[in-house]
């Protein structure tokens, strides 16, 4: 695990404090803190609704919070936009991978972030493709071929393919929206293995939702239970488990039970 020194102290790579959301009457945050240094994953957890897409939406510039702060690499920060977080190397993964299936892996790669033959406006494919092959050689994704179009991938190939697009975006904080949902037990390890390579190679700092516990434990070094805008539950992975979690989690439905039979 690395960090930043920052005027001689080690720092966080980010660190959100006492962040707040409200959309109108619901309180989607409420005084909600965290931290992840390079070479660290933090898993976030939680039931749908618990609050935590609000806070990816936040740390990458999508929302604005109520109240709280962001700090990057021991710097305050007031995100004002998706490309300004992006700016200061935060990128997300979202879940519906934002891919062009149409097009090769390597256009994908590079989607809005294009090589042209300067001074021509040409986009240099080539020097595209081989730039492409050496990004995910580098974190270890196999795929076919990088002219291959992106919607003949399977599942996790186009997983990776959407991660390698981040990192390979100069991504010093990393956010995944569920990146292992929908997927069976070969490419959800695949992914999992992928985040472990890209954690230890390339010293980013990710910040992992997701609902399988016992994947989880498995990549994460620290778990952050959300519940009703809350976390409730914040531990070191080796020092929780599946158990444990599920119980937290079953106790809240306990609760909400009895609070809807008193009416």
């Given at each position: 695990m690395s960090a930043v020194e920052h005027d001689g102290r080690v720092v966080d790579a980010l660190r959100v404090e006492h962040i707040a959301k409200r959309y109108g009457p619901v309180r989607a945050l409420g005084d909600v803190s965290l931290s992840v240094r390079r070479g660290e994953v933090v898993g976030l957890l939680g039931d749908n609704g618990a609050g935590k897409s609000t806070l990816v939406k936040i740390i990458s510039g999508f929302l604005k919070p109520d109240a709280g702060r962001i700090v990057i690499d021991g710097e305050q920060v007031?995100?004002?936009?998706?490309?300004?977080?992006?700016s200061l190397g935060i990128n997300?993964?979202?879940?519906?991978?934002?891919?062009?299936?149409?097009l090769p892996?390597?256009?994908?790669l590079f989607l809005n972030?294009?090589?042209?033959?300067?001074?021509?406006?040409?986009?240099?494919?080539?020097?595209?493709a081989r730039e492409a092959e050496r990004r995910l050689d580098e974190i270890g994704v196999s795929i076919p071929s990088v002219h291959t179009p992106t919607g003949q991938l399977s599942g996790g190939q186009r997983q990776a393919i959407a991660v390698a697009r981040a990192v390979g975006a100069e991504s010093r904080i990393l956010l995944l929206d569920e990146p292992l949902a929908a997927m069976g037990a070969k490419e959800g390890a695949m992914i999992l293995d992928l985040i472990r390579r890209i954690r230890d190679r390339r010293e980013v700092a990710i910040v992992m939702i997701a609902h399988n516990y016992a994947q989880v434990l498995e990549i994460c070094d620290e778990v952050k239970l959300l519940q009703n805008g809350s976390i409730t539950l914040d531990r070191r992975a080796h020092e929780t488990s599946v158990a444990e979690l599920?119980?937290?989690?079953v106790e809240e439905?306990?609760?909400?039970?009895e609070a809807i039979s008193r009416g």
């Open positions: 007031a995100l004002q936009s998706v490309v300004h977080a992006q997300t993964v979202y879940q519906d991978l934002a891919l062009i299936d149409s892996v390597y256009r994908n972030r294009e090589l042209r033959r300067r001074p021509l406006p040409w986009l240099d494919d080539r020097r595209m599920n119980e937290v989690v439905y306990r609760r909400a039970r």
